[in-house]
C-alpha cells in the first residue's frame, strides 16, 4: 500500500529538516542533524521506520540530484587554473591520510581488507558540499586560497569515487575502471573546450529549444536528462552512476548557458536539494545505521582511525600550501589545512554505495555514520564555529 511509504517519507524527511534546523541554529552543520535524526528513528534507537527496498530507491533520488548540483556548482575554468596546486593538495589532504588511515583501519578494524579500505575511504575523503559552505562563510570565494580548496576538493573527491568504484571490482574489472575512466576524462576535457569555445552556439540552440516548445524552462530541463544519461553511462561502464551525475554538472557553467539560465538552473535545484532531497538522503542515510552490542566496542579503534587521516591531513596539508599559494595571502595556507579537513557528504555517499552494493555490512557503515557525524561537528569548531550548513 501506499500510505505506510508515503508516511514513512514524510517521517523521516520532517525529522531530518527539523534536526538540520536546530543544528544551524546551534552553528553545526546541518547534515550532523539530519544525521542524527535517521539515527534516532532507525533501529538504533526507536526503530520508528524500516529501511525498506523502497526508500532506497528515494535515496538514490536524492543522491543523484545532491551530486548533479555539486557539479554544478564547480566552475571548471577554476579547477584548471588551479590543477597544479589542487594535485599536491589532494596528495596531502587526502591521498596521503587515506593510506595512513587504511593501514590503521587493518589493524583495529575486523571487517577484511576491502571493508577497511572503504571506511579509511569514507573517512578521509572531504567533502564538497561542507567545504563550499565553509569557503563562502569565510568570504575567500574570490581569493586565491579559496578557489584553490574548491579545486582541490573536486579532485579529491573525484578520485574518491573512481577507488570507489575499483575497490568494487575484481582486479580484471578494475583495470577496466582505470581505463574507462581515463577515457571519459579525456572525452570530458575534448567536450568542455568544444563548448566553451561556442558558448554563443550553444545559447543560442537553447533559446530555440525553448521558443520552439513555448516553454523556457523545458530547454533547461534537458540539462537533466543529460545528466542522467551520462550517469546511466557511468553504470554501463562498471562506475558508480554518482560519478556521471558529478561530470554531467561540473560541465554546466554560467559561460557556457548564460548567467541567467545558470542562476535559474542553480537555483531550482538548489532549493529542491536544501528543501528535499539533501534532508531525506541524509536521514534515510542515518535511518540505516544499526550499531550493534559488538559494534560499540569498535568505537574506540574509530577514533583512532578518524586520528590517523585528520591529524596528518591538517598538519601536512598547511605546508604544502605555504608552497602552493602566492606569499601574500599570510592566512591562506592555515585556512586551507583546516577547510580541507572538513568531512561529511561525500563520505556517507561512499558508505551508502558501497552498503548498497554489498561491500560494507550494517555495522562497518554504522561505525562510517558516527565517524562522519563526529569529524563534520569537529572541522567548524576549529574554525570557530561559525554557521556551516550542508
Known sequence: MAYPFILQVLIVLAAAVV???????????????????????GP??????????????????????IIFLIGIEMNTETLRKHVPAAL??????????????????AFVLPFGRTSDFIVALAIAVPSISIISVLVMQYELLEKESGQVILST??????????????ASSPVPSTVSVVAYTAIFIAAFVLVDWILNTRRQEFRKALVRMGRVARRENLAYALLIVVGLAVASMFQL???????????????????????????????????????????????????????????YGLLPGLGVVIGASLVPAVALTYFSAK??????????????????????????????????????????????????LAVSLLVPLLLGRKNVAN
Open 323 to 372: 608552497k602552493a599559494l602566492r606569499r601574500g595571502d599570510s592566512g591562506g595556507p592555515k585556512q586551507v589545512a583546516l577547510a580541507l579537513g572538513g568531512r561529511g557528504a561525500v563520505g556517507i555517499v561512499v558508505a551508502s554505495v558501497a552498503l548498497g552494493d554489498g561491500i560494507l555490512n550494517s555495522t562497518a557503515y554504522s561505525l562510517i555514520v558516527i565517524g562522519t
Open 19 to 41: 534536526a538540520g534546523e536546530i543544528f544551524e541554529q546551534l552553528r553545526m552543520p546541518s547534515v550532523a542533524g539530519e544525521l542524527l535524526s535517521g539515527i534516532i528513528l
Open 88 to 105: 599536491l593538495l589532494a596528495f596531502t589532504s587526502f591521498v596521503l591520510p587515506l593510506v595512513l588511515a587504511f593501514g590503521v583501519a
Open 237 to 295: 561502464m562498471g562506475l558508480s552512476y554518482i560519478i556521471g551525475a558529478y561530470f554531467a554538472g561540473l560541465i554546466v557553467h554560467d559561460g557556457l548557458i548564460g548567467k541567467k539560465a545558470f542562476q535559474e538552473v542553480s537555483q531550482t535545484l538548489s532549493k529542491m536539494n536544501g528543501g528535499i532531497f539533501i534532508p531525506l538522503f541524509f536521514g534515510l542515510a542515518g535511518l540505516e545505521a544499526n550499531l550493534s552490542s559488538s559494534g
Open 153 to 166: 576538493v573536486v579532485v579529491a573527491d573525484l578520485v574518491a569515487f573512481v577507488l570507489l568504484a575499483a
Open 44 to 65: 538504533t534507537f526507536l526503530g520508528a521506520v524500516s529501511f525498506t527496498s523502497d526508500l532506497q530507491a528515494i535515496s538514490e533520488i536524492a543522491l543523484f540530484f
